[in-house]
Nanobody, 126 residues
Framework: VQLQACGGGLVQAGGSLRLSCTSS????????MGWFRQAPGKEREWVSA????????YYADSVKGRFTISRDNTKKTVSLRMDSLRPEDTAVYYC????????????????????WGQGTLVTVSS
């Protein structure tokens, strides 16, 4: 499975962006897809996840109510709609995939994800 993220850019605080993660390979066999982000000088942190088959969604508290994750089975893409952006949302955003169910409804640790795309930079100006 190969993943590719796109859609990043520069936006003013309060604005919106939509990130997309396109996939190739046997993506339908994946259990879940997720988004992480890494700000300069900080650890990579989990942002959101969606289960591929049922479409259950999960969010970090810091983005809940502002970000929306979705998946499109036909296009094999996962999107992250980001509204009410804040300067602290500035980071490189990565999409990732969990290959199989491991006993939890969703996964937030970097080590739990099996495939990664390259990052896309989101910069929110104040």
């Amino acid at each position: 499975v190969q993943l590719q993220a796109c859609g990043g850019g520069l936006v003013q605080a309060g604005g919106s962006l939509r990130l997309s993660c396109t996939s190739s390979g046997h993506v339908f066999s994946m259990y879940a897809m997720g988004w992480f982000r890494q700000a300069p000088g900080k650890e990579r942190e989990w942002v959101s996840a969606v289960t591929w088959s049922v479409g259950l969604t999960y969010y970090a508290d810091s983005v809940k109510g502002r970000f929306t994750i979705s998946r499109d089975n036909t296009k094999k893409t996962v999107s992250l709609r980001m509204d009410s952006l804040r300067p602290e949302d500035t980071a490189v955003y990565y999409c990732a995939a969990v290959r199989r169910y491991r006993g939890k409804p969703y996964y937030t640790q970097r080590s739990e994800y099996d495939y990664w795309g390259q990052g896309t930079l989101v910069t929110v100006s104040s």
